[in-house]
């Protein structure tokens, strides 16, 4: 059974199309928006899945040999053209030739590329290929389709959410001073992956953070007991089918000074307030702006990074929409499908980085939680 629908796909293809404008064609090399235009997840580890999406004819998709049954299951790109790793010294170049055999064959002379997804030699390739064309950067027309879910979609980043949830339950049952945080997040994974709904494809992550480390948010784990009198930063982080739900939790561990009580306290109130402000038609820097009101007149002005940002196909390798995130300058609205991260933060000298991160689906009327742990004062003895 495919991933998606086969109309979900063109609804897609529709969506992107409307946005082109001149351009004749997309030439879409990255991960994330290659499977957002094919259906097809490749994992490329060096080679290159490439999905050519023409305004005017049927799209064109990219693989090695060896993952034509993965694309005839779940792609309902039917003009497949595949490579093998003897056909040429760079699978890129030997990808990118299948490309621009299509190009050539649909005789297009505006090309759109995928400008933040593709790398220099690519780009050198083509317009090499095509020394009279006009080259295009259409990654926004592919971002515009994908910042607000579908319901197939948001069925997804429900089920993510839904499994990291237990993950993070089961790290709050099991945290005790002295107990180890990789050991904590091994458990974490086990739950995670006993959480997956069958028939669904998994990547699951937890880490964690104590005390100042918890600054530096993207840490992974050590083998260091969980200690008193500090903050611990617990993340756990989902995938389905690539669709990524985050939930993030900080706790206080035993008592703490009242410069960690107090920074706890601001955290909760810009997360809280920040939440609370989600609804269709509030621009994305009023989130911003609710969350770091609160910071900056509780004196923490270290605020690195905006207040969340839309989930939809993401990993640290890519994915991120550029004008998805909760930030100032960032003046678009919310619309109902919108699926987002709310986790405003300040590094506090002496505390670290506190924070709590929700998953919140923008409704028609306002926003649904779709993290379901506690998000209030967290405290282990």
Not at 113 to 142: H, K, N
Not at 187 to 212: F, K, P, W
Not at 272 to 283: D, L, N
Request: glycine letters at 8%.
């Amino acid at each position: 059974m495919s991933i998606f629908t086969p109309s979900e796909i063109m609804r897609r293809w529709d969506l992107v199309r409307d946005h082109l404008g001149e351009s004749e064609c997309a030439v879409v090399p990255s991960f994330h928006n290659s499977y957002y235009l094919s259906g097809f997840p490749m994992i490329q580890w060096g080679r290159w899945a490439i999905t050519v999406l023409f305004r005017d004819h049927d799209p064109v998709l990219t693989i090695p040999g060896f993952e034509a049954s993965g694309a005839s299951a779940h792609s309902p790109i039917r003009d497949v053209r595949l490579y093998r790793d003897d056909d040429g010294p760079s699978s890129m170049r030997t990808a990118t030739e299948h490309a621009i055999a299509a190009i050539r064959q649909r005789r297009c002379r505006v090309i759109g590329i995928e400008g933040r997804g593709m790398p220099a030699a690519m780009y050198v390739q083509l317009s090499t290929a095509f020394p009279d064309a006009v080259f295009r950067d259409v990654t926004d027309a592919i971002e515009e389709a994908r910042i607000a879910s579908s319901a197939e979609e948001i069925a997804y980043l429900r089920e993510a959410s839904k499994v990291a949830d237990a993950g993070m339950k089961a790290i709050l049952e099991q945290m005790r001073p002295g107990t180890s945080e990789s050991l904590l997040c091994a458990d974490a994974h086990l739950v995670m992956a006993r959480a997956v709904s069958d028939g669904l494809e998994a990547h699951t992550n937890c880490y964690m953070q104590q005390g100042e480390r918890s600054a530096q948010c993207h840490r992974g784990s050590t083998s260091a007991p969980i200690e008193r009198g500090q903050i611990v930063e617990i993340v756990c982080e989902s995938e389905i089918w690539h669709y990524q739900a985050a939930i993030e939790r900080c706790v206080l561990v035993g008592s703490a000074s009242e410069k960690v009580e107090r920074a706890y306290r601001v955290m909760l109130d810009a997360f809280k307030t920040a939440k609370e402000t989600v609804r269709p038609g509030v621009r994305f820097a009023d989130v911003d702006a609710a969350a770091r009101r609160i910071l900056l007149d509780a004196g923490y002005e270290n605020i690195t990074t905006g207040t969340g940002l839309v989930r939809n196909i993401l990993h640290h390798t890519g994915g991120r929409i550029e004008f998805g995130n909760l930030r100032p300058r960032n003046d678009r609205t919310l619309l109902p499908g919108m699926v987002l991260t709310i986790e405003p933060w300040a590094v506090v000298a002496g505390v670290g980085g506190p924070r709590h991160c929700d998953m919140v689906l923008v409704t028609g009327e306002g926003h649904e939680a779709l993290s379901r742990v506690e998000a209030g004062l967290l405290r282990v003895p």
